[in-house]
């Protein structure tokens, strides 16, 4: 227990107390008490527009924010340092080795992930905190038990850009007042309370990757809490820049909305194409004019897919923002070029 209303219901891991303070809790837990109603008022939003589909209702873009698209309004620019965003690649925040590599890539980012790669374990998630905490200020190594081999920083760096879990799950090892809280706002919470000094020390932001949204409401709840961070931690506007993964149904009908709520944290938009294929059975499962094949068929020329990203683009260029590609789940064979040349193709 920290506090009368925290309590710590995860196991005390090695180095946890490091980032599992007091004052992190504390920031965490004002961030739940402001916001976990406006998140559930979003979760419900989810349940009601599913409803909608499942009863026939088919998405398209809304009327109540048709000024939104239409206007002629820009995202406020992008740091320096995220120009060039040409290679990207991803990972586990917990695999210490690999944060080490994909820093040390020659990648333009590295994105360290608390979501999609990750399993959502206590201890994943720490030592993922831990992880960056020790990277971002150059004090992070690995030794290899098998083969000995000792892994470092070096001095040039991808930048670093953090996801963290999605609105709709739950950090079931800490509760405040007796519920647990948002494992997007303890994800982001522990990353911005401890980062911040360390970050612009590097001449870098608040980076994130903010996945699995819904609707521009889910991305205005985001700018609210970077809002309330950035006051807390008495910083300008434009530290925390946030690119926002497409991945959803219901995004692909709001960019241009959840770009302008997010205007001055927007780092752009993302494909995110796996997702957005498991959202579109998902909400249009009682339609059967659109049933899907075989995945394997689903290239990025078929026409749903196709307009989606042809969207995307059109859209962060008419607002001055990245528009980036989607992931290709690629992972190098080593000490087999063969099979690595094929994997490519």
């Not at 996945?211 to 889910?218: G, H, R, V």
């Not at 993302?270 to 249009?284: H, T």
């Not at 059109?314 to 980036?324: D, F, K, L, S, Y």
């Amino acid at each position: 227990m920290v506090g009368r209303n925290i309590k710590i219901l995860g196991s005390d891991l090695p180095r946890a107390r490091e980032v599992v303070t007091p004052q992190a809790l504390a920031f965490i837990a004002n961030l739940h008490q402001v916001f976990e109603r406006k998140r559930q008022a979003c979760l419900v939003n989810r349940q009601y527009r599913q409803k909608e589909s499942d009863a026939g209702k088919l998405p398209d873009f809304l009327i109540e924010t048709r000024v939104i698209r239409e206007y002629d309004w820009k995202i406020d620019p992008v740091p320096a340092v995220l120009l060039d965003r040409r290679v990207e690649i991803t990972g586990p925040a917990s695999n210490r080795k690999m944060v080490i590599n994909a820093l040390n890539s020659g990648a333009n980012v590295y994105m360290a992930d608390s979501e999609d790669s990750e399993s959502p374990t206590w201890a994943n998630i720490i030592n993922g905190q831990l992880n960056l905490y020790d990277a971002i200020r150059g004090q992070i190594d690995f030794k290899d038990p098998a083969s000995s081999k000792e892994y470092k920083l070096n001095e040039q760096m991808a930048v670093l850009f953090f996801r963290p879990r999605g609105w709709h799950l739950e950090e079931a090892h800490i509760t405040v007042n007796g519920e647990p809280v948002s494992a997007s706002l303890f994800d982001f919470g522990m990353y911005f309370f401890h980062n911040v000094p360390a970050l612009m020390r590097r001449g870098w932001g608040v980076y994130l990757y903010l996945p699995k949204m819904e609707s521009y409401l889910e991305a205005r709840l985001w700018a609210e809490v970077f809002r309330c961070a950035e006051q807390y931690a008495g910083l300008p506007d434009g530290n925390i820049k946030a690119t926002c993964l497409i991945e959803t149904l219901p995004a692909a009908f709001e960019m241009h909305e959840i770009l302008y709520e997010l205007r001055h944290y927007s780092a752009g938009l993302n494909c995110g194409r796996w997702d957005y294929i498991f959202s579109y059975i998902k909400k249009l499962k009682n339609h059967p004019e659109f049933v899907l094949p075989e995945r394997g068929q689903l290239t990025m020329d078929k026409g749903f897919l196709k307009a989606y990203v042809d969207l995307l683009i059109q859209t962060c260029h008419r607002r001055g923002v990245h528009a980036m590609g989607g992931m290709a789940a690629q992972i190098p064979i080593k000490d087999n070029q063969q099979a690595d040349n094929d994997a490519k193709c």
